[in-house]
């Protein structure tokens, strides 16, 4: 429901409202998820976030156990719910929510407990409104991909529509309208149909983020609260564009609250030119995720020459390795030729994460952090996919991978993916896929040394400067305000090798 970003920061300066809050609430929503996002700048946000969106919008997770939160405990029963049921032209619909059992790992949820059981949490909710009398169930879920939408629905009876999110996946049939380039990443049709446990078959929907699109599932029940048919006319996703094949009207109070003095905050910080960019940034989503890219290297290198440069400040040993996170990296668009922004560093780092800096990590650790971010190699879209400054990985999907608990970290079995890991010193971590008994000092953000995204946490001193502003420095500075094809060729200069 809000990502860091530019419209974030806009809704930090004084005065001003939570301009993300304002936008949902103009949208009337019956029911809203509970994702990942809304906690990266803590529970204190997101409860601001509940409080600016109004008293008319439920919240719906089941497995969130707020009582640890203050802020949050407070809200819960009338705006933070289990679930809810909406009344639409004299019917009673059950809406059942889930968050992704990830959230400790891969935000900042603080004292919220995340409940794992799904199924068990999903199908007691469930049950409790059939119980009712209500025939009609919703699960409203974000658990990062759509696959797992799909595989839950088996484990669960009497849920007759779900709804997933968090994944970003394009469901559209062929011919479909679509943003240039998506035509290349359709994941299916829409609806895709799952199976319950009872077998019955479940349509399962979804859209990427941003308002991009809209989706529209169009179904009919029978008189005992059963889908009857789906209306594959009428059913689908539909952009959402000013003008063309998905023009819409404008709001003119969206445009006048909102977009209006976002638009001023933006253009003020792109306004403020750091340097120029003579080579296109690989910052897209699938390929910070899941290969080597010179907009990672990009960041990677930003960071670990910030730590180098303060180290000594803050009594700390100097980096030799960087680690950034593919998910830390939200431009989602490559960043063109041409001139470079404050703006522009504010879309490729907008978490507001601190750099950090952890002194004589064991060589086994830092492969499984690496090990981590490989786990769903061959294939990309994983947030832990881990890039390097100051040193060369060779990665073999063939070897086990790592396996820890999404939700702590824990380690079960390490991974032996990591073949090869050498820092540009020369010191040798690992070789023939054997751990060498050394240590390294590593530089990073410190969301990702406590433990993000499942990595093994280590100790860490915080260096007092943003991920942000340490990309603005590094370009400003080091780079002399020109980042080189020579210094960061699209694709990357083999830092990664991934066989």
Known sequence: NSLAGTTFQAS??????????????????DALAVGNHEFDFGPASFARFVDEVGKRVDFVSANLDYSGEPELAGLVGSRLVSSTVIRERGEKIGVVGLTTPSLPTISSPGGVEVLTDLAGIAQAEIDALTAKGIDKIILVSHLQGLDSEMALVGELTDVD?????????????????????DEDDIYGSYPQIAVDGDGDEVPVVTTPGNYRYVGALQISFDRH????????GDSGIKLVAGSGP?????DKWQLRKVEAPVAAFVEDLANQTIGTSEVVLDCERSE????ESNCANLLADAHLATGQALAADFGVDSPQLSIMNGGGIRGEIDQPEGPVSVADTFRLQPFGNFIAVAEDVPAETVRQIIEEGAILLPASGDGGFAHVGGASVVIDPSFPARDADQSTGVQTAPGERVRELVLDDGTVLVTGGVTQAVTVDIVGLNFSLGGGDAYPAVPFTNLGISDQQSLQNYIEGNLGGTITAADYPRGGEGRITIL
């Open 12 to 29: 930090q300066q004084d005065g001003a409202p939570f301009y993300d809050a304002l936008a949902v609430k103009r949208l009337g929503y």
């Open 288 to 291: 910070v995720r899941g290969t």
């Open 246 to 250: 998905g023009g819409v009207r404008a």
């Open 225 to 232: 609260g059963e889908v009857k048919s789906i209306d594959d």
């Open 161 to 181: 529509v779900v709804i997933g999110g968090g994944g970003d996946e394009i469901l559209a049939e062929p011919g479909d309208v679509l943003f240039p380039g």
